[in-house]
């Protein structure tokens, strides 16, 4: 067994000192960082999975860290940094760094206990190492965190390898805080799950042991246990019940393109599009329905709700809501003269009522953009405004706080670009907008990004191919990279330092005017889109991307 230093303390000695309150209020913790393309394993002694006073580090000079991996258990030498003991970890992203911590017994008043302390820091959640990795045989109190099938956050207690019934569990959530609950007769409780970032988890049991230990004696052991790991952006979060090996997806029928797109939990949502052939826009041609299908491969397409027909508009996921942003509508019937109106319209799709909520309108009509979410914040970029025969490009952007209790749309530095049919992504809390159709030059591969905390715009490198390599392409962060697909079946990453892009394989189809989405921490779904020499795509592709 693992420990550090003991502080063996008498009744009276405990009178007076500050060690019995920090004690109960700070917990071990064990977080995973990567950083310039090296992953660290950061041990901090504090109240949250953050630093605290460096002087408490040395409180832990004895303790002993391992690592969990596929192939081995391995001891780790940790090393005391600025504000954390510190050790490298190898490439591989599937491990657990695990430790126990014996602080020795505790006197408060006429109790005397004995404290225990176990952490556990891993990979993001949606890493399947969560699911073949057992950390159960180094630690007595075991917290290991899933996502349920309505994508929430699934934590299971288990205590000397059995549910931990009643143990106290509480989830520290970002833009939250400290959320409490009570492990079930399974050891388990459930959260939400709304926020990306770092997520901690600490679980508490009391053992009615009495004993001696270091020739001091107490009369009970409080355990306690912490668990972190990173979620990437919401619309990443998945249920781990989707399997490795998925079965065919049915096919998008009819299919479309310049669709919504957004993955949540096991289930993928389409929204609208282009459902006659190309360049033909009709009211009748465009959809209007709110399509489901679960990623397990059981089932087809399903209409779960409808709204106004649209194509060109932008769907995103955060939480347990879908956002509808923008898109035109064409006012005339097929055969007669086009007649395309971009909308300003904004809704919400509340996925467990089943209803759409109004959003404040946009500034302007708007269609053939993008949207992504930083956090809590929905950002939208690029596209022009349709209005019958005539079309003004767009000079701005947009975004939205999501946890306002007002929501409103506040302005973003001019972009200093007019573009549209381009693709928008968060990347490590940043907006990189791909490609598109110049309002001057045509079709570009250019790259724009946006530092929401600085506010400034700047120039990224281009991705490769030619012009028409970006326009119409998809775009996402997927498992800590950025990727993006094009018409010429290029599934390109940009590079650990962000200076290039790099083609890492070709796609099963090329399309443009598509969504690529994330299934995990490793998969893609790519639906709907067009290409110019075979039209229309009904298949629905699965991509291993890394």
């Known amino acids: 067994m693992m420990s550090c230093k003991h502080w063996l303390l008498s009744a009276a000695a405990c009178v007076g000192l500050a060690l019995p309150s920090v004690a109960h209020a700070h917990f071990l913790w064990f977080v995973q960082k990567a950083e310039s393309g090296q992953t660290e394993v950061h041990v901090y002694f504090s109240e949250d999975a953050e630093a605290d006073d460096p002087a408490l580090l040395n409180r832990l000079a004895d303790l002993k860290a391992k690592r969990i991996s596929p192939r081995a258990v391995e001891e780790l030498a940790l090393t005391k940094g600025e504000d954390s003991l510190q050790a490298p970890l190898p490439a591989d992203d599937a491990n657990f760094v695990v430790g126990v911590c014996d602080f020795g017994v505790i006197a408060r008043g006429d109790a005397k206990f004995r404290l225990k302390y176990y952490a556990k820091g891993g990979p993001a959640i949606t890493n399947p190492a969560w699911q073949s990795l057992d950390a159960g045989k180094e630690l007595e109190l075991d917290v290991r965190p899933a996502i349920d099938a309505d994508g929430q956050l699934l934590v299971t207690v288990q205590w000397r390898g059995k549910p931990a019934e009643g143990a106290e569990v509480t989830a520290v959530l970002p833009n939250v805080g400290d959320v409490k609950s009570a492990a079930d007769a399974q050891g388990q409780a459930r959260f939400p799950l709304n926020a990306s970032g770092l997520h901690a988890v600490r679980a508490r049991v009391m053992e009615e042991a009495s004993g001696e230990h270091n020739g001091q004696q107490y009369d009970s052991i409080r355990h306690y246990s912490t668990v972190t790991f990173q979620v990437s952006e919401p619309t990443t979060v998945t249920a781990a019940k989707i399997p490795a090996d998925m079965a065919q997806l049915a096919p998008l029928t009819p299919p479309a393109t310049s669709l919504g797109g957004a993955v949540v939990g096991d289930a993928l949502y389409v929204y609208g599009g282009n459902l006659a052939s190309a360049h033909s826009y ?18 087809q397409w399903e209409s779960i709700s409808q709204g106004p027909g649209l194509q060109g508009l932008a769907l995103v996921a955060h939480g347990r809501h879908l956002y509808r942003i923008g898109g035109f ?42 949207a992504a979410i930083v956090g809590d914040t929905l950002y939208v970029v690029g596209g022009w405004a349709l209005e019958g025969s005539k079309n003004t490009w767009h000079t701005t952007a947009w975004s939205m706080d999501l946890t306002a209790e007002t929501p409103e749309w506040k302005a973003l530095p001019a972009p200093g670009f007019e573009r549209r049919a381009l693709a928008l992504a968060a990347h490590q809390d940043r907006l990189y907008v791909i490609g598109g159709m110049q309002k001057e030059g045509g079709p570009c591969t250019k790259v724009s990004i946006f530092d929401p905390r600085s506010g400034a715009w700047s120039e990224g490198p281009s991705i490769e191919g030619k012009p028409m390599a970006g326009f119409g392409s998809s775009a996402f962060a997927v498992g800590g990279d950025l990727f993006v697909s094009t018409s010429e079946s290029t599934l390109q990453r940009l590079s650990a330092d962000g200076q290039r892009w790099e083609t890492v394989q070709e796609l099963p189809t090329g399309r443009f005017f598509h969504r690529m989405l994330p299934i995990d921490d490793h998969r893609v779904v790519i639906v709907g889109g067009a290409s110019m020499q075979s039209g229309k795509f009904e298949e629905v592709d699965v991509v291993t991307v890394r």
Do not use: I, M, V
């Not at 009709?282 to 089932?299: A, I």
């Not at 097929?334 to 759409?356: P, V, Y």
């Open 282 to 299: 009709s009211n009748e041609g465009q959809g209007r329905d709110l399509f489901r299908l679960r990623l397990d491969g059981s089932g």
């Open 329 to 370: 509508t064409a006012k005339n019937a097929e055969g007669e003269e086009h007649d395309l109106w971009s909308q300003n319209t904004a809704a919400r799709f509340d996925l467990d009522s089943g209803e759409w909520q109004p959003l404040p309108d946009l500034p302007e009509a708007r269609s053939s953009h993008d």
